[in-house]
């Protein structure tokens, strides 16, 4: 005995549903040459979704949702999908703010930096379609657009932290220029953490030593190989990583470096590629990867604009021995193909199943990077 018709039509229906969404997912990985992507043995990359513009940070709740912060206004959130096989949705949860390109959630909230201010969005979760109206943590911050794309990220402290880049390629600036800051939740108790930063785009803390590692941007005009980016490395408050005086730990600045000599502040703790770009960074703390890469740094490079041959468009792995980075090398390669680059990675994320998504302002997506045993 069949099923009824009506049961039949629903189920019809149901079927092409699934169907045309699997030709769109098709069509936008056909888009988007996801195949040319090179990873280590037993590594993949997927398509997350295409469908967030400008996507740049992110974080994530503990129930999965993904949250995404841009340069151009719109804040979005990917809420986990009931069907791991499906695309998450994407939801607009604010429009028309200046460059949000900071996200952070602590507590149900979700907190999000423009240049000037930082802002909370409570309850969010349950509040997608119609979040309402932030309330204000803290402002007063340089609105400057010049390096002026904060980052937020909460400590092992459960202090807020945020960079605060200089609007200039080399200067000397007054706090807070140059400087990672941190304030308590409510937006009390604002302090400078780390100076002498040129533009931080991503920070994150050693799991193991809950010490603060943060990329910092090299300036421009030295050449294509010299200065290079920066990781470094901060385990206490108060340190001075050299910016404008000193570049990559041993090179003076031209027109600066007399004033403070590099013996003075602080090295990195590894030197990235000249002009790559390396924004956001996080340590490895899931158990899908293998083990060597368990509390290991991955790297959004998104890529160069002043080399006479392009650089960076990559995410590259420093491992790291006893708290202390001990190599540097390419970890997934292939949005540059020859001259041309057809993404951008920005930022790299954690996700509670242990993959390691990857923003892309330049395709407006989001790639899973997932692994699976090849043997």
């Known amino acids: 005995m069949g099923y009824p018709r009506p049961v039949r039509r629903i189920a019809a229906v149901l079927l092409l549903a699934l169907a045309a969404g699997a030709v769109v997912r098709a069509a936008a990985e056909r888009r988007l040459p996801l195949d040319t992507i090179r990873l280590p043995p037993g590594f993949r990359a997927s398509l997350f979704s295409d469908e967030v513009p400008g996507a740049r940070a992110m974080a994530v709740s503990p129930g999965g949702t993904v949250f995404v912060g841009t340069a151009s206004g719109n804040v979005y959130a990917l809420p986990r999908p009931a069907d791991p096989a499906k695309a998450p949705a994407v939801v607009v949860i ?155 730990g041993d090179i003076p600045d031209p027109e600066l470096g007399k004033l403070h000599p590099c013996s003075e502040l602080t090295p990195p703790e590894q030197k990235l590629g000249a002009h790559v770009a390396s924004l956001g960074m996080r340590f490895y703390t899931g158990a899908m990867f293998p083990p060597e890469y368990r509390g290991q740094v991955f790297i959004a490079e998104h890529g160069s604009w002043n080399r006479s041959r392009k650089a960076g468009y990559r995410v590259t792995l420093v491992t790291v021995k006893g708290g202390r980075a001990a190599g540097y090398r390419p970890f997934a390669e292939g949005w540059l193909q020859g001259e041309r680059a057809w993404g951008r990675p920005v930022d790299v994320q954690v996700m509670p199943d242990g993959a390691l998504l990857v923003s892309d302002d330049a395709a407006g997506a989001i790639y899973r990077i997932s692994y699976e045993d090849p043997r």
Do not use: Q
Not at 102 to 118: C, D, H, K, N, T
Not at 166 to 178: F, L, S, T
């Open 94 to 248: 604010a429009r028309g703010l200046h460059a949000p390109n900071g996200v952070a959630f602590r507590g149900g909230s979700l907190y999000v930096a423009e240049p000037e201010r930082i802002s909370r969005f409570d309850d969010i979760e349950r509040h997608l379609a119609s979040p309402g109206r932030p309330t204000t943590v803290a402002d007063g911050f340089p609105s400057e657009t010049g390096h002026g794309l904060r980052v937020l990220r909460f400590g092992p402290d459960n202090w807020l932290y945020m960079g605060i880049g200089v609007p200039c390629n080399v200067c000397v600036k007054a706090d807070p220029y140059g400087t990672i800051v941190r304030i308590r939740p409510n937006g009390t108790s604002r302090e400078i953490f780390a100076r002498g930063i040129r533009n931080s785009v991503g920070f994150d803390w050693d799991p193991a030593t809950r010490e603060l590692w943060f990329t910092d941007n090299g300036r421009d005009w030295l050449g294509d190989d010299a200065p290079p980016d920066e990781l470094n490395r901060a385990p206490k408050a108060g340190m001075n990583f050299g910016f404008p005086y000193c570049h990559g």
